[in-house]
């Protein structure tokens, strides 16, 4: 698996994900990286198949426009997303890139669009839902603390502490984690009853 962590403009993180077999490739986020993301799929001569975009905001979806009217790409959002799509998915959607499978995890609660990936249950893209050593923000429109604690605690804590995770800013110490790092570490993940959360995310 060909795998890329990019940052080059502000504090947000892009990623390519291709098969290294057929060279079919896919930009999670392309927010303000769209030049380092061309330099690099046309460097390694790979096909871009599908733009996903972990949810609707701006700073995410920068980008797409470039990058599909260059290559052709798929825009890929939840069925939710206001924004353009041309492939709308829910929770536990697959979609194959090679052999790669791309399972997506429905993760309310930054929006009501926000999903997480999961590449080959191996490595986990959580956008704005979970960064290193902290959470998503639950007060812009469509934010919601309720939701955020469901699928932190009851979906993307369930997953195995193996799984690597790369979040969609540089918020942490390290760009990337782990599921068992972040259960162990992450504030914003210690056990707390549903109302202790609520309250929790209304604090100043």
């Known amino acids: 698996m060909f795998f890329r962590q990019i940052q080059q403009h502000s ?3 892009s990623y390519i994900i291709a098969d290294e077999a057929t060279c079919e490739a896919v930009v999670v986020d ?10 690099v799929i046309k460097n390694e001569k790979l096909q871009l198949k599908y733009i996903i975009n972990t949810h609707g905001h701006s700073d995410h979806t920068a980008g797409n426009s470039e990058l599909q009217s260059l290559f052709g790409a798929k825009l890929v959002a939840h069925k939710q997303s206001k924004t353009q799509y041309d492939v709308s998915v829910e929770e ?4 194959k890139v090679g052999k790669i499978n791309l399972k997506f ?5 930054h929006t ?23 959470c998503g923000r639950t007060d812009f ?4 603390s309720k939701n955020m604690y469901e699928s932190l605690f009851n979906k993307l804590l369930k997953l195995n502490d193996s799984v690597e995770v790369y979040p969609g800013h540089d918020y942490g ?5 782990t599921i068992g790092e972040e259960r162990r570490s992450n504030y914003t993940l210690q ?8 309250e929790f995310m209304s604090q100043p």
């Open 11 to 13: 504090d947000n993180f």
């Open 30 to 39: 392309p927010s303000y990286n769209a030049d380092e993301i061309i330099k």
């Open 92 to 95: 536990g959607d697959v979609l």
């Open 105 to 109: 995890i429905h993760t309310p609660g």
């Open 112 to 134: 009501a669009d926000s999903v997480c990936l999961l590449v080959d249950n191996q490595k986990l893209l959580t956008g704005d839902t979970l960064f290193v050593g902290e």
């Open 141 to 144: 429109p469509g934010g919601n």
């Open 173 to 177: 110490n390290k760009p990337s984690s």
């Open 191 to 198: 056990p707390r009853s549903l109302q202790d959360f609520i």
